[in-house]
């Protein structure tokens, strides 16, 4: 049993998988750094305050003594837009990994495969038989 897991673990999809999901995971950290600290920044300048703080308020809060007694009731949007973009981002650039990689793949296809030695020879003897 031992000996059939090593085989599954050590198949060629699965370390693939698992080296993309790693690389996925460092991506989208490089990618919060990027909105979060560019991207959002530049949004906020624009529209005079920062995106995350976008929201209809349902209900205010309710401050009694200075204290909040009962939290305001809100949708925030801004964080819904924040995260959108967030996402066309990311799939924006898996895109043009994935192109990338099928531009790849297919030059590898159009290479020509060299016909087997036997079926060369093959080949010639029957041309030297069509010449006589």
Wanted: hydrophobic share 50%.
């Amino acid at each position: 049993m031992l000996k059939e897991f090593k085989e599954f673990a050590m198949k060629g999809n699965l370390i693939d998988l698992a080296i993309g999901f790693v690389m996925g995971a460092a991506f989208t950290k490089v990618t919060n750094a990027f909105i979060n600290g560019m991207v959002m920044p530049v949004v906020g300048l624009i529209q005079g305050k920062n995106l995350s703080d976008w929201k209809v308020v349902l209900k205010e809060a309710v401050m009694e003594n200075g204290k909040e007694k009962t939290a305001e009731v809100a949708i925030k949007y801004g964080d819904f837009i924040s995260m959108t973009i967030e996402f066309l981002i990311v799939a924006f650039v898996m895109f043009l990994v994935v192109k990338a990689v099928n531009k790849m793949k297919k030059k590898q296809e159009e290479v020509p495969v060299a016909p087997p030695a036997q079926e060369v020879l093959l080949t010639e003897i029957r041309d030297l038989l069509k010449k006589q």
